[in-house]
């Protein structure tokens, strides 16, 4: 990979056969797992977000007009998307999603993933890392957020559509134009990024020609809607008034009182099992704007950094795991490529100047007595972004993290000089003890909930009299298969030396029968079914022993049964059941 500091030497080499064969593998391995991931569609998926729109994509199949979404920013190409997968998959649910969900949405980002890894000449490595990332880690839930990765994958300042200045032009015209009619919340967010990016990420190209792209980029948004607005008035005479109100500012006013989440670091949901993926967003999204890290990395990697983080108004909205874990593949792409970038041009042992086509010298290092002052401003640049644009409750929250963000990184890069790896070092320490400490505080949630004795405390309590009223006294006792806790909580000894009852266990099948027929094991106490069927020990059982007491624990879907042996005599036998909090007869 070429030096990220100066766009016009970036990435010139040829792409070379490995990496050609590393991006084909991907296209295979992204195939296979879109296919093996997708199970078969039940009723329950017609009844849930994807059955919505499956559902549209039916009835705009069949003629319907397809109007916005504009909560989720689905807008009238999305549906006719939709409509034609559905005619491919001939009204299959699963192969609709299949296609529309696991194919065009993770399996084509990984493939977008590889291919910004070949504009990129990145190491074959890190295309294989960043795909595999975007399969298995930050997937996008479907096709909408994988037009994020080909945003910047056809934006990115590198490479022959760069060279070519009418080209460039048009794919800035004509892309916001494009993904409005697909997507207007991503139209609206990706122009914004890509605006942000040439007014202050982008080196090496005058302002003029930066403050021209943006007005392109406006200008093709603007033609998105204007010429919807023109369909929809032409070919369905839908007034312009109706428009409004149906495709554009109208939808909003069903969505007055939406809310926006508090981004609560240390009690953030944790269902899937995938909560590292929502502590660690907040620090991974803000590493490429520390001002050390964003000195250092390409234009490249700053726009898909960019993009990325405009995209946090997805995931402050709904903090939850499927939104944060779709807006995350290009975060994840800029993470990567700012540290492979950092590894290659060793940026963690020397600090060097905004790179402008100029032989600026290197700046002196900062004097030790003032470095822990310019940790502290870093440590309160990286909190008061974290506390502020993640903690309101309002999509200001989303705008002021992205204007800290930017602020920090240009500032910075502008101002510090020899200070950027004492500010930065302070960032860095605040952004990473946030994911830390929120899991420590975390696991130890867990600890207090998880109540791993619940179901042994329980039958000790409720089946503990019985077992001393059908033992007679004795300490000994085979617990079965599960809760071996038993042994302990009711201090009772295991005559036997068998404990796990697996799949093989017939082979003790010789010595423990005659300890079942001579009563050598005076009380047995299942607990639960065997996982494996052993015939011939439930069979010694029934025939030894006798089930003086069956206690059922409806709370904890638990029944005991407690086997005295036939040498003891007559017992009286007994069916209980927990019920308010009373031990009371089943019948």
Known sequence: ???????????????????????????????????????????????????????????????????????????????????????????????????????????????????????????????????????????????????????????????????????????????????????????????????????????????RTRVHNCVQLAGGFVLGLVIQAVAYKVLWGLSFADFNRQVILGQTETHEGAQYAVWNFFDLPTESGRFFILALYPFALLIPFVPLVWQRISDSTRLIALAGLVLVVVPIRRVDNP?????????????????????????????????????????????????????????????????????????????????????????????????TAAVSAGALVVLACVPALASVDHLDDMRRDAKSFQVTDAIARWAGPEYERCSGGTREALVMPNYLELYDALDITNPTPYYLFHYDFAQYEDVLVPQLEDGSIPVIIETMPLHTPQPWLTDGIRANYVPCSVVRIEKQATTVTIWTHKSRGDVQQRDLSVRGGELVPTR
């Not at 009238?76 to 949405?105: C, E, K, M, Q």
């Not at 000449?121 to 479907?142: E, F, K, N």
């Not at 037009?147 to 800035?172: D, M, T, Y």
Request: charged share 10%; proline share 5%.
């Open 1 to 207: 990979m070429a030096s990220p500091g100066d766009s016009r030497t970036d990435h010139t080499e040829p792409v070379g056969i490995i990496r050609w064969a590393t991006f084909a593998g991907v296209c295979v391995m992204a195939l296979v797992w879109a296919a093996y991931s997708v199970g078969a569609q039940n009723g329950s998926f017609l009844t849930q977000d994807f059955g919505a729109q499956y559902h549209l994509a039916e009835i705009t199949a069949h003629g319907a007009i397809p109007l916005v979404d504009f909560e989720h920013g689905w807008n009238a190409g999305s549906f006719w998307v939709n409509a034609a997968l559905y005619a491919i998959a001939s009204g299959s649910p699963t192969l609709w999603y299949f296609l529309w969900g696991r194919l065009l949405g993770a399996g084509l980002g990984a493939v977008l993933a590889a291919a910004i890894g070949l504009r990129l000449r990145l190491h074959p490595a890190v295309m294989i890392a960043v795909a595999l990332g975007v399969l298995l880690l930050a997937t996008p839930l479907h096709i909408k957020y994988t037009v994020c990765l080909l945003w910047v994958f056809l934006l990115l300042p590198v490479g022959p559509l760069e060279s070519r200045p009418r080209l460039a032009a048009a794919a800035r015209v004509l892309l916001p134009a494009l993904v409005f009619w697909q997507y207007v919340e991503l139209a609206v967010l990706l122009t914004g990024a890509s605006g942000l990016f040439e007014l202050f990420a982008r080196r090496s190209v005058p302002w």
């Open 323 to 419: 939104h944060t874990t779709t807006v995350s593949a290009l975060v994840l792409l800029a993470v990567v490529l700012a540290v492979a970038e950092l590894y290659e041009r060793g940026a963690l042992t020397s600090v060097e100047p905004e790179s402008r086509g100029t032989s600026e010298s290197e700046p002196k290092p900062t004097r030790s007595a003032i470095a822990l002052p310019l940790a502290v401003l870093g440590a309160a640049w990286a909190a008061a972004t974290l506390w502020i644009g993640f903690g309101l409750q309002s999509m200001l929250g989303a705008v002021l993290v992205v204007t800290l963000a930017i602020a920090g990184a240009v500032l910075g890069g502008a101002f510090l000089r020899g200070a």
